[in-house]
């Protein structure tokens, strides 16, 4: 089968961990910031997280080269227009990215011009590739909360016109929900939908917890459900989309090899999941390569695909428009 020409929906891939590796070093000339090396294959073993992480924690180091040259209204519009482009070059017809909205506030930009700056490279993309694409905030889980309610007052600007979602993201520790069921609610009070990290690192509960307390709709990774029938048969009952990412999680020891990964166990028994990159640069990965690995490593066909891509479309934040012209991809 042609991976790369099949139509294709990512529905979990983060700005910071794909931006290309030749653009951290333009960018970093433009700023005047000292790299560890100029070198741009050092530079990319620098970004991709090697096979041998022992966790997340190891993972999640990755992301401090990019977001050095993230700091700039400039910087985060060019690396969100390339990251579109990349995806429209391999047939992703609708990309939801999410980001860390005050991980780019070190230089003096405001959370505004943040915003303006990720939806304005996005459109400029849309305008010349067949792709649309929404953005997701995700709120760090280690972060402090106090500026939590302030991003979502100001994003609500772009409110279902490029900003969709309301993530939480980084290291995930057991029963983290709890505290951020006031910040999940007035998200939704506000028309944000939402989407969870949660049982990626071995917590089936926490999955339990950010559908039953913060109202997730989907979930990001969401794997562990596997060992906690209560999250397996809560996601099962009320149809939450698993937003699978099959490289990170071996990259991650989510999962110890992908035969081991639970997506076909899943789709078998009528789960809603979706494939996805989760960051492409960081997992050094492409949405062609997670199809193609998944359905080789599980002898899914054409038909099986298409499912998939169905169940994409239906759990997308995307307007009825966007889920139409998406449908007509379908086979
Ligand atoms: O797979 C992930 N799990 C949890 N957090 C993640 C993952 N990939 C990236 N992040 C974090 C690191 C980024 O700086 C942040 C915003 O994109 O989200
Ligand atoms: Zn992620």
Do not use: W
């Not at 303006?116 to 760090?140: F, H, P, T």
């Not at 983290?176 to 944000?192: Q, R, S, T, W």
């Not at 990626?200 to 990774?221: I, K, M, P, T």
């Not at 809603?272 to 193609?292: A, K, L, P």
Request: hydrophobic share 40%.
């Amino acid at each position: 089968m042609n991976y790369f020409d099949l139509p294709k929906i990512d529905l979990h891939c983060h700005l910071d961990g794909s931006v290309r590796p030749e653009t951290i070093i333009a960018l970093a000339a433009e700023q005047n910031i000292t790299l560890p090396s100029n070198d741009i294959e050092e530079i990319r073993t620098l970004m991709i997280a090697p096979e041998t992480c022992t966790d997340l924690g190891e993972y999640l180091q990755r992301f401090d080269l990019p977001l050095s040259v993230m700091q700039t209204a400039a910087g985060i519009e060019r690396i969100s227009f390339e990251l579109f482009e990349d995806a429209a070059q391999e047939n992703v017809k609708y990309l939801e990215v999410r980001f860390g909205p005050m991980l780019h506030l070190e230089q003096g930009l405001t959370l505004e011009q943040v915003f303006d700056s990720v939806v304005a490279g996005m459109k400029r993309a849309e305008a010349m590739y067949d792709i649309k694409g929404n953005y997701i905030l995700s709120i760090l889980r280690h972060m402090p909360k106090d500026r939590i309610k302030e991003v979502l007052d100001t994003a609500a600007k772009y409110l279902n016109d490029g900003i969709v979602a309301f993530d939480l993201a980084g290291g995930e520790a057991p029963g983290f929900c709890a505290e951020f069921v006031p910040y999940a609610e007035y998200a939704i009070e506000k028309g944000y939908r939402v989407t969870i990290h949660a049982g990626e690192q071995g917590v089936g509960q926490n999955v339990f917890d950010a559908v039953s307390l913060l109202g997730a709709e989907r979930v990001g990774h969401g794997i562990h459900i596997t060992g906690h029938e209560g999250a397996y048969d809560l996601v099962k009952a009320q149809n939450i989309a698993l937003e699978t990412c099959p490289s990170s999680n071996v990259q991650t020891k989510a999962v110890e090899n992908l035969a081991n990964h639970p997506v076909k166990a899943f789709y078998q028994d009528g789960i809603q999941i979706t494939i996805n990159t989760d960051n492409r640069t960081v997992s050094n990965t492409t949405m062609t390569d997670e199809v193609r690995k998944v359905m080789e490593e599980f002898n899914l066909n054409r038909e099986d695909y298409f499912n998939i891509y169905n169940i994409s479309i239906e759990h997308a934040f995307a307007s009825d428009e966007v889920k139409q012209h998406l449908s007509t991809f379908s086979e």
